[in-house]
Nanobody, 127 residues
Framework: QVQLVESGGGLVQAGGSLRLSCAASGRTVSSYAMGWFRQAPGKEREFVAAISRSGHTTYRADSQEGRFTFSRDKGNNTVYLHMDSLKPEDTAVYYC????????????????????WGQGTQVSVSS
């Protein structure tokens, strides 16, 4: 089993940047496909980005328009979501997740494909 703890959220003005961290313990981040999701009040959980277990495959949601970067640091056993040019509509609780697809090259986009979740970190973007 893996435990995930997110950090790095906060309040930022529109146009600003944040880097979210997801520290893993119990297993290494390279043992899983890793994903970021977000959930705004009154809305369903939404896919943000994912990386396959092998690290060869990455996906990002189209809504990000290239503003978000997902990276993995095996040495620190941590994954990161660097967010630039933030908009008020990016306001949400951001969750890190770990999953075990059969293929090491699969980076799942569905929340139901992830078994382990962190507690979330709040990102608020003011206009």
């Amino acid at each position: 089993q893996v435990q995930l703890v997110e950090s790095g959220g906060g309040l930022v003005q529109a146009g600003g940047s944040l880097r979210l961290s997801c520290a893993a313990s119990g297993r290494t981040v390279s043992s899983y496909a890793m994903g970021w999701f977000r959930q705004a009040p009154g809305k369903e959980r939404e896919f943000v980005a994912a990386i396959s277990r092998s690290g060869h495959t990455t996906y990002r949601a189209d809504s990000q328009e290239g503003r978000f970067t997902f990276s993995r640091d095996k040495g620190n056993n941590t994954v990161y979501l660097h967010m630039d040019s933030l908009k008020p509509e990016d306001t949400a609780v951001y969750y890190c997740a770990a999953g075990s697809p059969m293929s090491p090259y699969t980076a799942p986009k569905g929340a139901d494909e992830y078994e382990y979740w962190g507690q979330g970190t709040q990102v608020s973007v003011s206009s």
